[in-house]
């Protein structure tokens, strides 16, 4: 899932989108929607380098593992949240932070700054799509 990822990110998927894709296909939960919700959570949540699109999109195949789909599913809810506060957690202590600007460097909302960055910053966002895919395979192996 972790390669998978990172070929999808190269092939032009944002990080949210191809990490909810590739553990999407591995879980066998295609859905049409995909990658379409998790579009906005790229690049920090639509490019304000908040929190990473490796993190939000992992939260969000977190959700197709352990989400409910009723209220009175609270054991549900409470094994999702679990499992997302570990992710998070381990997350930030692989990258130094969870949020986009402090791991890769580059103001995205500055057009010029982020167009001088691209090519190196593509290579620390691929790697960080890999590493954080490796992270949340492990945690979600039973």
Excluded: W
């Excluded at 049409?32 to 304000?48: H, Y």
């Excluded at 990258?95 to 460097?105: R, T």
């Excluded at 960080?128 to 949340?136: D, H």
Aim: charged share 25%.
């Amino acid at each position: 899932m972790a390669e998978q990822a990172r070929v999808l990110f190269d092939s032009g998927y944002n990080c949210s989108e191809s990490i909810l894709l590739a553990f999407s296909k591995a879980l066998g939960v295609e859905c049409e929607a995909f990658p379409k919700v998790a579009t906005p959570f790229g690049a920090g949540i639509g490019r304000l380098c908040q929190e990473c699109g490796v993190l939000t999109g992992g939260v969000l195949a977190i959700g197709l593992v352990y989400g409910r789909s009723k209220t009175a599913e609270t054991d549900k809810r409470d094994r999702s949240y679990a499992v997302a506060r570990d992710y998070y957690g381990r997350f930030a202590r692989c990258f130094g932070s969870v949020k986009c600007l402090e791991i890769q460097g580059t103001d995205l909302l500055n057009r010029e700054e982020a167009r001088s960055t691209a090519e190196g910053r593509h290579r620390v966002c691929s790697k960080v799509v890999r590493e954080g895919a490796y992270i949340l395979a492990k945690l979600l192996q039973p």
